[in-house]
């Protein structure tokens, strides 16, 4: 099993920055592509960015330019840089992993954390 556990929201001003950071912990072999989702409320979950594990990535258009993903395969951590925040950024972020948890089978288990809130005001 794997655990993903968030950390880095909170409340900043629009025009401030925020770093997120996803460590995933547990007995696992690999992570493979990581990324985050945000949910607004009264919104569907929405896609905010992902990352492969060799590091290509891939943004939501509201964020591009904005937001940075990356991650740390030695630490077993993804992150996300968030710059230039608006209000409209406001939402609980989730962090996901596709963690292959044996070396004898390429099967792929999909973890989520617990979310952490982002607020930012205008």
């Known amino acids: 099993q794997a655990q993903l556990l968030e950390s880095g929201g909170g409340l900043v001003q629009a025009g401030g920055s925020l770093r997120l950071s996803c460590e995933v912990s547990?007995?696992?072999?690999?992570?493979?592509?990581m990324g985050w989702y945000r949910q607004a409320p009264g919104k569907q979950r929405e896609l905010v960015a992902t990352?492969?594990?060799?590091?290509?990535?891939n943004y939501a258009d509201s964020v591009k330019g904005r937001f940075t993903v990356s991650r740390d395969n030695a630490k077993n951590t993804g992150y996300l840089q968030m710059n230039r925040l608006k209000p409209e950024d406001t939402a609980v972020y989730y962090c996901?992993?596709?963690?292959?948890?044996?070396?004898?089978?390429?099967?792929?288990?999909?973890?989520w954390g617990q979310g952490t809130q982002v607020t930012v005001s205008s």
């Open positions: 996901y992993a596709d963690v292959r948890l044996s070396e004898v089978t390429i099967d792929q288990t999909e973890y």
């Open positions: 990352i492969s594990r060799g590091g290509n990535t």
């Open positions: 547990g007995s696992i072999f690999r992570i493979n592509a």
